[in-house]
């Protein structure tokens, strides 16, 4: 391929189709409603009844995407993101909780999370914030690459 090629092509977002999600949490109902809402806008989605299954996943496949629940039993969604930072994984978070999280203030950029989904929030919210965030990360690793791109 030769340089002029290269720096004609325009950046572009991936399709929704290609874009995997993870949804943790620990309530049956709103694992199946956002999975449904997430799957009829073509994105792929995998889910997680807890933190520590959440992980399993998480080591298991690549996503772009993961989205928790804060209040789960054995992990929760705070101590999922701290083991992702630990761990160097920095893929994007979108937490989801009912109420702010205190020990959250200040930490939220070093933990890469992208987005705080307070509940009760309706599919319209949640999808827009889930846009947002897959939109705005494509953004950033688009001009990560341009940056970062060497000439042959």
């Not at 199946?32 to 496949?61: F, M, P, S």
């Not at 979108?94 to 307070?118: C, N």
């Amino acid at each position: 391929m030769s340089t002029t090629n290269l720096e004609s092509e325009s950046l572009q977002v991936r399709p929704e189709e290609t874009q995997r999600i993870l949804v943790v949490d620990d309530e049956p109902s709103f694992r199946r409603l956002n999975r449904a809402a997430l799957l009829k806008k073509g994105y792929h989605v995998d889910t997680a009844a807890d933190g520590q299954a959440g992980w399993e996943q998480i080591q298991a496949a690549h996503y772009d995407l993961v989205i928790t629940d804060n209040n789960m039993p054995k992990m929760t969604g705070l101590e999922l993101i701290e083991k992702m930072h630990v761990n160097n994984l920095t893929l994007p978070v979108i937490l989801v909780t009912a109420e702010y999280p205190v020990a959250l203030q200040g930490e939220k950029a070093s933990l890469r999370i992208e987005a705080t989904l307070l509940k009760p929030y309706t599919l319209e919210q949640f999808l827009t914030v889930v846009g947002n965030v897959l939109y705005s990360n494509a953004l950033d690793d688009s001009e990560f690459q341009s940056r970062h791109h060497r000439k042959i």
